[in-house]
């Protein structure tokens, strides 16, 4: 059974069979019977984790536990409003912490920011766009990866044309600014690899 937590980048939850690179959550989403029941919580927290870590295994969607949601790469969970998690992704958290833009940020400040900031898509150019930023245009979502433009899908990217005039961009405003000082979203080697 294909379960409904499979993430896009307008913040919306899908069923899909594609698993992707990145596992995250926003709390508890799902029922007993493992229906999602919601696509947000007050949960403020929205994270994006690996996979696997230190070992640890458990039933995806257990009643009563947070929501496992899936993502096709990072980019993908930046542009939905995630952002990494300080415990598997140590790394990556304090890079995205340090680059946040404004006064020293924490955990809370940033999440805080973030939840103002998601879903809520904002005017812009392609050009405007950091490398890792993702966009709407004819109603499907595209990443700007290298200088180019990729079509989202759950599977992966395949080459688009580079939209003229204003597009929507998807990732939130802040996390835009971490990318443009220089954070590298890890992205599916559809993209990553044919753009060498």
Partial sequence: MTLRNRVTPFSTIEADPARGLFMGNRGCLHGEERNLEVETTREKRWLICQLVFKGRKRRIMWPGHYTELFFLDEATALAAGHRPCAEC??????????????????????????????????????????????????????????????????????????????????TPEGTVEVLRAGYRPVVHPSARLASI
């Fill in 89 to 170: 992704r140590r790394a990556a958290y304090d890079s995205f912490l340090k680059l946040w833009p404004g006064k020293k940020a924490d955990a809370v400040k940033l999440d805080n920011a973030l939840a103002a900031d998601r879903c809520r898509p904002w005017p812009a150019t392609f050009g405007e766009l950091p490398d890792g930023a993702m966009y709407a245009h004819d109603e499907a979502a595209f990443l700007k990866w290298n200088g180019k433009a990729w079509r989202w899908s759950h599977s992966g990217y395949a080459p688009a044309e580079i939209p003229a005039g204003q597009i929507e961009a998807l």
